[in-house]
């Protein structure tokens, strides 16, 4: 029997998809109410105690700017701030997904859409709960997420060093390969800070259009721009004596690497359409899964930059050379996903536990992760038998086999595509003729 997570309110115009949905999310809500159109929500919003909106982004025939959905989403988040909402969307525009989500949105979901994601995606958001916002930043919960440090001599120095240089202010830079827990890590350096009182404000730099660069990291005033209807704190300011991660500085483009530096050193931020300083006390960590000093040398990267938030480099070793804690990390996934899909906890068999052991993880701990997910999922017995792990090494496929599936040769593509130009997102990205946040959305996808 499925969990149940409360009450849920659905806004679609398209009675198709409202009855797709309820019966989709029969099994794991208490009650399901929908509307066809927004124009009773601010009543409706307010009959019942709701833990979680979908909320469609278009509802007038003929226009698709998803402004009625962020319309929407502000009135909701006016009435109830806490409320998470999903915002649901037949046009995967990522600058239309950042802006939401930087309003207020939890999370943002794609028609057609999988129902495997759909009911993740709800419940995720309803579990962790909404991101917080710029005036309302307490402390977290839990500690559910707490670093797993493992057994080996690596992992082991990684932990006394981040022991010692925790409690200081100094500027971070935590490299490594994707997947290797890069945000986890700073997380636990925020948790052992004297700044976790607050909660840290992480900035995802590959997800930021170069048009929005400014507004999100350091706001604006009312009438900066068109849509600046209100004055706006950006992540600086909402990082104010907390930490700020700055995930993926290796995609920031050149030209405006530049102004992130001077809000660095002087550690003040100008708001867009402003000509007012405003001080900031933060604490900054950065990551990146890219060469930062290479790209230094190709004139990629400044090197004042690098200077600046290197104060102290930490390197997360991929999971293949820790092959001692693949076990222990897999048992701990089990005993999450167990939890949140309401099944009995299951146990990994011998044979299982060597499969895992000697595959090379080149998506590290977020393969082993959904790995581990996806087998909780279809698992019907007391163990996961070692023929449940369907697993194959990327490195393994020969770039000469034709694709099997439309995913597969996007992954092939996007996989060439980086080795030719050497990880440079901007040029692989004119290669394959997609925007850099689309790239940077499919390599996510696939755990490049």
Same mark, same amino acid.
């Given at each position: 029997?499925?969990?149940?997570?409360?009450?849920?309110?659905?806004?679609?115009?398209?009675?198709?998809?409202?009855?797709?949905?309820?019966?989709?999310?029969?099994? %794991?809500?208490?009650?399901?109410?929908?509307?066809?159109?927004?124009?009773?929500?601010?009543?409706?919003?307010?009959?019942?105690?709701?833990?979680?909106?979908?909320?469609?982004?278009?509802?007038?025939?003929?226009?698709?700017?998803?402004?009625?959905?962020?319309?929407?989403?502000?009135?909701?988040?006016?009435?109830?701030?806490?409320?998470?909402?999903?915002?649901?969307?037949?046009?995967?525009?990522?600058?239309?997904?950042?802006?939401?989500?930087?309003?207020?949105?939890?999370?943002?979901?794609?028609?057609?859409?999988?129902?495997?994601?759909?009911?993740?995606?709800?419940?995720?958001?309803?579990?962790?709960?909404?991101?917080?916002?710029?005036?309302?930043?307490?402390?977290?919960?839990?500690?559910?997420?707490?670093? %797993?440090?493992?057994?080996?001599?690596?992992?082991?120095?990684?932990?006394?060093?981040?022991?010692?240089?925790?409690?200081?202010?100094?500027?971070i830079l935590i490299t490594g390969e994707n997947g290797t827990g890069k945000e986890?890590?700073?997380?636990?350096?925020?948790?052992?800070?004297?700044?976790?009182?607050?909660?840290?404000?992480?900035?995802?730099?590959?997800?930021?259009?170069?048009?929005?660069?400014?507004?999100?990291?350091?706001?604006?005033?009312?009438?900066?721009?068109?849509?600046?209807?209100?004055?706006?704190?950006?992540?600086?300011?909402?990082?104010?004596?907390?930490?700020?991660?700055?995930?993926?500085?290796?995609?920031?483009?050149?030209?405006?690497?530049?102004?992130?530096?001077?809000?660095?050193?002087?550690?003040?931020?100008?708001?867009?359409?402003?000509?007012?300083?405003?001080?900031?006390?933060?604490?900054?960590?950065?990551?990146?899964?890219?060469?930062?000093?290479?790209?230094?040398?190709?004139?990629?990267?400044?090197?004042?930059?690098?200077?600046?938030?290197?104060?102290?480099?930490?390197?997360?070793?991929?999971?293949?050379?820790?092959?001692?804690?693949?076990?222990?990390?897999?048992?701990?996934?089990?005993?999450?996903?167990?939890?949140?899909?309401?099944?009995?906890?299951?146990?990994?068999?011998?044979?299982?536990?060597?499969?895992?052991?000697?595959?090379?993880? %080149?998506?590290?701990?977020?393969?082993?992760?959904?790995?581990?997910?996806?087998?909780?999922?279809?698992?019907?017995?007391?163990?996961?038998?070692?023929?449940?792990?369907?697993?194959?090494?990327?490195?393994?496929?020969?770039?000469?086999?034709?694709?099997?599936?439309?995913?597969?040769?996007?992954?092939?593509?996007?996989?060439?595509?980086?080795?030719?130009?050497?990880?440079?997102?901007?040029?692989?990205?004119?290669?394959?003729?997609?925007?850099?946040?689309?790239?940077?959305?499919?390599?996510?996808?696939?755990?490049?």
């Amino acid at each position: 029997m499925n969990r149940k997570y409360g009450k849920i309110l659905i806004v679609d115009d398209n009675q198709g998809v409202l009855a797709a949905l309820q019966l989709l999310l029969k099994p %794991y809500f208490d009650t399901i109410k929908v509307l066809s159109s927004p124009v009773t929500l601010p009543s409706v919003i307010n009959e019942e105690k709701w833990q979680i909106i979908l909320l469609d982004m278009n509802f007038t025939a003929g226009i698709n700017t998803g402004n009625e959905g962020l319309y929407w989403l502000h009135e909701i988040k006016k009435a109830v701030p806490k409320l998470p909402v999903i915002l649901f969307t037949a046009y995967a525009d990522i600058d239309l997904a950042v802006r939401g989500m930087k309003e207020g949105a939890a999370d943002f979901i794609v028609k057609p859409w999988d129902n495997r994601k759909v009911i993740e995606t709800l419940i995720r958001a309803i579990e962790d709960g909404q991101p917080a916002n710029n005036t309302d930043r307490k402390k977290p919960k839990t500690e559910k997420d707490s670093m %797993y440090w493992g057994e080996s001599p690596a992992m082991k120095h990684l932990q006394l060093l981040v022991q010692k240089v925790a409690a200081t202010d100094a500027n971070i830079l935590i490299t490594g390969e994707n997947g290797t827990g890069k945000e986890m890590l700073a997380r636990e350096i925020h948790r052992l800070s004297h700044r976790h009182q607050h909660e840290m404000v992480c900035v995802d730099m590959g997800a930021i259009t170069e048009s929005l660069f400014e507004s999100e990291l350091f706001g604006h005033i009312k009438g900066a721009y068109t849509d600046a209807h209100a004055d706006r704190a950006g992540k600086f300011e909402s990082a104010d004596q907390s930490t700020l991660f700055l995930d993926e500085i290796g995609n920031l483009p050149y030209h405006l690497q530049a102004k992130l530096l001077t809000a660095i050193q002087r550690r003040s931020i100008v708001r867009v359409g402003s000509n007012t300083p405003v001080p900031v006390n933060i604490r900054l960590i950065c990551a990146t899964n890219r060469n930062l000093q290479d790209m230094v040398q190709r004139n990629e990267f400044r090197e004042d930059l690098l200077y600046r938030i290197n104060t102290i480099h930490l390197e997360i070793p991929p999971l293949r050379q820790r092959p001692e804690d693949i076990v222990p990390l897999a048992e701990m996934f089990i005993t999450r996903f167990c939890k949140r899909y309401d099944k009995p906890l299951v146990s990994l068999t011998e044979s299982a536990q060597a499969k895992l052991k000697q595959h090379p993880w %080149y998506g590290n701990i977020r393969e082993l992760e959904h790995t581990i997910e996806k087998a909780v999922i279809i698992c019907d017995d007391t163990c996961l038998p070692a023929e449940l792990f369907q697993l194959t090494s990327h490195q393994e496929k020969s770039p000469e086999m034709p694709a099997s599936t439309l995913e597969e040769m996007e992954f092939k593509m996007i996989r060439k595509a980086l080795d030719s130009c050497n990880g440079n997102l901007s040029a692989v990205a004119a290669q394959l003729g997609i925007s850099r946040q689309t790239l940077y959305n499919k390599m996510k996808k696939f755990g490049l």
